[in-house]
Nanobody, 122 residues
Framework: QVHLVESGGGLVQAGDSLRLSCAAS????????MGWFRQAPGKEREFVAA???????TYAGSVKGRFTISRDNGKNTVYLQMNSLKPEDTAVYYC????????????????WGQGTQVTVSS
């Protein structure tokens, strides 16, 4: 069982930066692939980024070059550094975990946090 808690969301202006954090419980955090997803009002939940247990990262095209995912296995925490934020990045951001290699669909992740709101004003 893995319990995930996100933090770091907020209201920012276009062009600003935010860093989201996701703290995980459990002693096997280092073996999980960790992902970030987001869901805007009226839209489906979509993949943002993922990082494997070995540190390999993957990004959605819409955030590549602006967002960076990282993990600190000693702190059981995964981060999402978001730079050059745009109004279209506005969404609830969710942290997720899966025991296996990187996948891109929400249904392929076993554990989810409660989400943190990110709002980017123009």
């Amino acid at each position: 069982q893995v319990h995930l808690v996100e933090s770091g969301g907020g209201l920012v202006q276009a062009g600003d930066s935010l860093r989201l954090s996701c703290a995980a419980s459990g002693r096997t955090f280092s073996t999980y692939t960790m992902g970030w997803f987001r869901q805007a009002p009226g839209k489906e939940r979509e993949f943002v980024a993922a990082i494997s247990w070995s540190g390999g990262s993957t990004y959605a095209g819409s955030v590549k070059g602006r967002f960076t995912i990282s993990r600190d296995n000693g702190k059981n925490t995964v981060y999402l550094q978001m730079n050059s934020l745009k109004p279209e990045d506005t969404a609830v951001y969710y942290c997720a975990a899966r025991s296996g290699s990187t996948r891109y669909l929400p249904e392929e992740y076993e554990y989810w946090g409660q989400g943190t709101q990110v709002t980017v004003s123009s």
